[in-house]
């Protein structure tokens, strides 16, 4: 079955820096790769995602890139604030919607 | 609010024991997703239905079991309780199967199981 890996674990940064989280994916039938925002007390809320045809997606401060041939893919946080501080999760798709471990993103004031 | 109802939103009970947990999807969802989400650990997938029917299955123990009902409202069902099963519980709903249509999940609140 598909196995995503997720680093780092933890990250901390200064307001205003910029963030970059990434991600691995097994299967080469994942065709969906979706970025999830957990705030404290909440589920998982969808941030941006990308399919598999397309290589790179920006929305705002958040963008993200996929590259098919490595299986990997990247969230990158520009200009951050400390309302971006949750956890982040990655995922990977085909029939099952598979999650990485999650990232603790701390954004320093 | 993502539109995705569970309850209960906590549940304490003693190892043994069985629990059901509801989970009521965004108007017009067919898929249903259960998720299981321990301390310190990522979203592990458990099972999903779509339509009433059994889609795809996860790491989801024999002691647990769940199912769509026409309504398209699913239930999970714990049983005979260990330590270990103390987490939170999410359900996730999206539009349709997902590899003819992947899109995003939308998530409920969770209902945190407590096994004492």
């Known amino acids: 079955g598909e196995n995503v890996e997720q680093h780092p674990s933890t990250l901390s940064v200064q307001e205003g820096d910029s963030a970059v989280i990434k991600c691995t994916y097994s299967?080469?039938?994942?065709?969906?790769f979706p970025w999830y925002k957990q705030e404290l007390g909440k589920g998982p809320q969808l941030i941006i995602d990308?399919?598999?045809?397309?290589g790179e997606k920006k929305d705002q401060r958040i963008a993200v890139t996929l590259n098919k041939t490595a299986k990997h893919f990247s969230l990158h946080i520009t200009e951050t604030q400390p309302e971006d501080s949750a956890v982040y999760f990655c995922?990977?798709?085909?029939?099952?919607?598979?999650f990485g471990i999650g990232t603790k993103l701390q954004v320093i004031p | 609010d993502s539109g995705v109802t569970q309850t209960p939103k906590h549940l304490i009970t003693a190892t043994g024991q069985r629990v059901t947990l509801r989970c009521s999807p965004r108007s017009g969802d067919l898929s249903v997703y259960w998720y299981q989400q321990s301390l310190d650990q990522g979203l592990q997938f458990l099972i999903q239905?779509?339509?009433?029917?059994?889609?795809a299955k996860g790491n989801i123990l024999e002691r647990f079991s769940a199912q769509q009902f026409p309504d398209l409202h699913s239930e999970l069902n714990l049983s005979s309780l260990e330590l270990g099963d103390s987490a939170l519980y999410f359900c996730?709903?999206?539009?349709?199967?997902?590899?003819?249509?992947?899109?995003?999940?939308?998530f409920g609140e969770g209902s945190r199981l407590t096994v004492l």
């Open positions: 239905y779509y339509n009433g029917e059994e889609r």
């Open positions: 990308i399919r598999s045809n397309v």
């Open positions: 299967d080469s039938a994942s065709n969906y």
């Open positions: 995922a990977a798709s085909y029939q099952k919607v598979t």
């Open positions: 996730a709903s999206s539009v349709g199967d997902r590899i003819t249509n992947p899109g995003e999940l939308f």
